[in-house]
């Protein structure tokens, strides 16, 4: 099977910041790709002391997910000199791409901008957990692989169900990827007055805050692990300090009892 040129440089969307845990020292290195592509792919961390140092792989298994958290670190103030790669394996033979260095902070100013985006992240933590935050689960949209072979038209590119049980309306077959924990705030819900004095609630867009991470895009799926509730991201805007992101804020819609999304499973661990 001949596969298409992959310019990784232009394809893939690659950001590291640190996630804040008590007791812990961990940097998540997360990946988008840029276009749909036919086929799946495969992903190793290589990390490496310096921008001259030997690079090593740091995941036992290739990765098939969007994110790698690397827990296998000394305190969170002594690693600024820390190199990531990331290796693309293609499937159905051994050629691999390799990005060029992404340094953790590659100067003074980066490094203050990481400290500061570590003390607002930690603070809207706190916030979060002391004024009525929520415990969500989020489903990564998946964006390439196998495609669907229930409702995909390869002919005009189009997913034909609205309510596919094998894409969830995502044209790539399994539709999301596996779920992540997270925590933020969503504002309460908004009476709409219609015809008069007559009110009643309808599913509306509304506004949640989250951690930053993992990063979240259009077309995602927010659960609220304790009503489980579902809501489709329409918009993110994420909040910066320096290049390090801090909190998103995102454009919600509440998603119908009655969709196929309901069959998304979560975690046993949080139910």
């Known amino acids: ?8 440089t232009e394809a893939m969307d690659i950001k590291i910041f640190p996630k804040y845990s008590p007791g812990n020292s961990e940097i998540v ?48 103030s002594k690693i600024f000199d820390v190199i990531y790669r990331l290796e693309v ?24 901008s990481y400290l500061v985006a570590k003390r607002m992240d930690q603070k809207h933590f706190i916030e979060y957990r002391a004024r009525s935050g929520i415990t969500f689960v989020i489903f990564k949209r998946r964006r390439f692989g196998e495609k669907c072979t229930a409702c995909y038209n390869p002919i005009t590119e189009a997913t034909t169900k609205t309510n596919c049980e094998e894409c969830f309306s995502t044209g790539f077959k399994n539709g999301f990827w596996s779920p992540i924990e997270t925590i933020g705030k969503i504002d309460p819900p908004v009476k709409v007055q219609r015809m008069g004095s007559v009110q009643f ?7 949640a805050s989250i951690r930053a991470f993992p990063i979240v895009r259009k077309g995602d799926v927010l659960v ?20 390090y992101p801090v909190k998103q804020t995102a454009e919600i819609r509440m998603i119908p009892r009655d969709s196929v999304l309901y069959d998304l499973e979560l975690p046993k661990e949080v139910l």
Request: net charge negative; with cysteine; aromatic share 10%.
């Open 1 to 8: 099977m001949p596969i298409p040129p992959l310019k990784i």
């Open 89 to 112: 394996l293609f499937p159905f033979t051994d050629e691999t791409q390799t990005t060029r260095n992404i340094p953790l902070v590659s100067s003074p100013r980066l490094k203050r």
């Open 201 to 207: 609630e309808e599913p509306i867009n509304s506004q």
């Open 29 to 76: 290195i997360s990946w988008e790709i840029g276009k749909d592509l036919p086929y799946p792919l495969a992903f190793n961390v290589l990390r490496s002391g310096g921008d001259n140092g030997e690079f090593e792989k740091i995941n036992v298994d290739p990765l098939v997910s969007f994110f790698y958290i690397d827990r296998d670190l000394k305190p969170l």
């Open 224 to 243: 609220e692990v304790c009503s489980n509730d579902r809501w489709y991201i329409n918009t993110v805007q994420i909040v910066e300090h320096g290049r």
